[in-house]
């Protein structure tokens, strides 16, 4: 038979999760009797039983969140972190940070080593797209935050950046320069890519379209990291080869860099370039690189107010998905073309 979840007895009663949620956890300061008692009579006539663990864990308090990573080498990551840690820990809340190196397993192994631990609640930068990983943990309104990334078929607290528009942001920044020969070089695409590429992926072509500039697959690069250089290499021996380059993340943008240098390529004589991140080493760099800046701090703030809140009053919130504004950081990386 198949397990019953609190989305059951909640279309049963005809109320939300929310207000199921409340019911079990002895909240009833805005629920009617009426309510309280329809509520007991499906749960007694479906013999539902909660998932004790979960509950058990929002309801013993130890004063630790666990903040898993998807990969802590990124410029996002390490700012977000930042953010969360002294926000929670003036708030009296320790972290456990977890990096799981864009590996899934990774992730369900430090999920279940937290819950072990009884940690109040979970901020992860999600690397699966597997929604039953963390069905368990939204059936039973545990505090759960997603950042930078969206995951098929879960609906839970999430926070990232506007990504369309960092792209076409971008854009049209080059196009205002006078540029139309502009690719896009991108960490693996495909079927399972992250949120943040193939949201900048779809932005980039947008905004092509809106400038009435052609979108040329061999424009489009997308590799790992290891694999960016002999990338960029087939992309500037095409016989007409990109004028600016748009690197999606942090890691394009330094294997775009670093390529130049090997190859004595000029910026932005020879080649404009623009990253979306607004990493450190984008303003050592000589020339300063054009960025599109992503508030990772703000982001990091918001999400352990977010994960505060949800700790605190569990059950009463709507998930929502917020989405941060993108800014143009101006440096020097983008010649003019007349």
């Known amino acids: 038979m198949k397990k019953l979840t609190i989305?059951?007895?909640?279309?049963?009663?005809?109320v939300s999760k929310s207000t199921v949620s409340q019911f079990l956890n002895q909240r009833y300061k805005y629920m009617s009797e009426a309510t309280k008692n329809r509520i007991a009579a499906v749960i007694e006539e479906l013999n539902y039983q909660p998932n004790g663990l979960a509950r058990s864990l929002k309801q013993n308090r130890t004063h630790m969140v666990g903040i898993i990573v998807a990969n802590i080498d990124y410029s996002l990551s390490i700012q977000c972190i930042r953010a969360i840690e002294n926000e929670l820990q003036s708030r009296g809340i320790q972290v456990i940070i977890c990096n799981t190196d864009e590996n899934a397993d990774k992730e369900s192994k430090y999920v279940e080593t937290l819950l072990a631990r009884q940690v109040d609640g979970l901020i992860i930068f999600p690397t699966g797209n597997d929604h039953s990983a963390y069905s368990r943990?939204?059936?039973a309104d545990y505090p759960l935050v997603f950042m930078d990334r969206l995951v098929d078929g879960v609906t839970t607290q999430s926070l990232l950046l506007d990504n369309e528009m960092a792209a076409r942001i971008a854009i049209r920044e080059l196009v205002r320069s006078g540029h139309e020969r502009i690719a896009l070089l991108s960490l693996p695409l495909g079927e399972h890519a992250i949120t943040p590429r193939k949201e900048r992926m779809s932005g980039y072509k947008k905004a092509m379209e809106e400038a009435g500039l052609p979108l040329r697959e061999d424009y489009i690069c997308a590799a790992p990291k290891e694999e960016l250089a002999a990338s960029l290499e087939r992309l500037l021996a095409l016989p007409q080869p990109p004028t600016a380059l748009l690197a999606s993340n942090d890691i394009s943008l330094a294997e775009i860099l670093k390529y130049a240098n090997r190859r004595s390529i000029a910026i932005p004589a020879q080649l404009s370039v623009i990253g979306i991140d607004?990493?450190?080493?984008?303003?050592?760099?000589?020339?300063?690189?054009?960025?599109?800046?992503?508030?990772?701090?703000?982001?990091?703030?918001?999400?352990?107010?977010?994960?505060?809140?949800?700790?605190?009053?569990?059950?009463?919130?709507?998930?929502?998905?917020?989405?941060?504004?993108?800014?143009?950081q101006l440096g020097q990386s983008i010649r003019i073309c007349t």
């Open 278 to 328: 607004d990493a450190e080493f984008a303003h050592i760099y000589n020339p300063v690189i054009t960025t599109i800046r992503q508030p990772a701090y703000e982001m990091g703030m918001q999400a352990a107010k977010i994960m505060l809140a949800c700790i605190e009053e569990s059950g009463t919130s709507m998930p929502i998905t917020y989405r941060f504004p993108p800014s143009l």
């Open 137 to 139: 943990l939204i059936e």
């Open 7 to 14: 989305e059951d007895v909640a279309q049963k009663a005809g």
